[in-house]
């Protein structure tokens, strides 16, 4: 059991926070508005990627020392046709670098929040989230804090997979925004 | 019906060439050793990616007016940590370049010659194929020349779109290769 602190209280946020809650931890959510205080063990940046470099960038000391999961698909949301973080880089390796004595993850972004809440893509393939990050320990307290929820997650590598999984995301949300699929559907990852 | 003409005898040009036949074209294979003679309308590039490179540079002018697939995940084989194509690019994007005449497009990077063979990825979920590239004729060709296969095609987008297909087919390759999925499943697209 882990105290998890989830910025943001959106439709990510709330989906990550109720697999986090059927998993048995505790979990507080911070709202734009809301002072930083005590954060738990485990912090989830449910916000859209510049709000995330924000509060990274102002929570440099309160953040030490924690997992901090970047679940963000960093679009550029004017044009749908590109991501605003350099080509051979990821919003979380971004992220990664303001916050060097934090153990800052990816995932969730390759999963949508209806997948999330039903557990399952498509309403057949069981909901799998990928995550990847150089510090296996941070990558395993994600595993175990989810573990009991239903949704497993698949390690997907290194910090430098977060290009790839953001691509992958990125991917995913273009063809959902052309009725490709479904908000409800979109990428399983099947054994 | 389509003339297909497929550069590579290996597993994936095997598994393209059946369902190119079950759609009901004809199809030729073209071994490395063989003489470019008069190509198909749609020709697949069924080779890695430095003899996909090789194939263009040689036969600029025998490609011109054709379709060209190009299936390539361009991985750095030694490594198995990146591509070797720009971080901005795209190996779809480098073979456009080099054959201004053809109507080069992406597709089967995103799924194992396995689940090409079997219809299915993880023995549940049916096999698509995603395709990129800024000429709908050619992706229409496409999928025209699928129909009657049992695997359908999804327009992923325009050409820039096959750096995201690629780092989908890299990302499920390491996943594969680590053991996190099989080579008999990985990633579906569920509606």
């Given amino acids: 059991m882990a105290d998890i602190t989830i910025f943001g209280k959106g439709n990510m946020g709330q989906a990550i926070g109720g697999l986090m809650?059927?998993?048995?931890?505790?979990?507080t959510y911070l709202g734009h508005a809301d002072p930083?205080?005590?954060?738990?063990?485990?912090?989830?940046?449910?916000?859209?990627y510049p709000a995330a470099l924000a509060i990274a960038k102002a929570n440099v000391a309160q953040l030490a020392g924690k997992v901090v999961v970047d679940i963000t698909n960093p679009l550029d949301f004017d044009t749908w046709d590109g991501l605003v973080v350099p080509a051979d880089s990821s919003a979380t390796a971004q992220l990664a670098e303001l916050l060097p004595e934090s153990q800052v993850i990816k995932a969730f972004n390759t999963t949508f929040a209806g997948t999330l809440v039903a557990k399952q893509v498509g309403g057949t393939a069981p909901t799998k989230v990928m995550t990847a990050g150089d510090s296996a320990e941070a990558k395993q307290a994600l595993?175990?804090?989810?573990?009991?929820s239903d949704v497993t997650v698949i390690d997907a590598g290194?910090?430098?997979?977060?290009?790839?999984?953001?691509?992958?995301?990125?991917?995913?949300?273009?063809?959902?925004?052309?009725?490709k699929i479904s908000w409800n559907g979109g990428f399983a990852v099947l054994k």
């Fill in 36 to 48: 930083v205080t005590a954060l738990g063990s485990i912090v989830v940046l449910a916000v859209p």
């Fill in 143 to 148: 595993t175990t804090a989810l573990a009991g």
């Fill in 21 to 27: 809650t059927q998993g048995g931890n505790q979990v």
């Fill in 158 to 179: 290194a910090l430098k997979r977060a290009r790839e999984l953001e691509a992958y995301g990125f991917l995913q949300m273009t063809l959902a925004a052309n009725d």
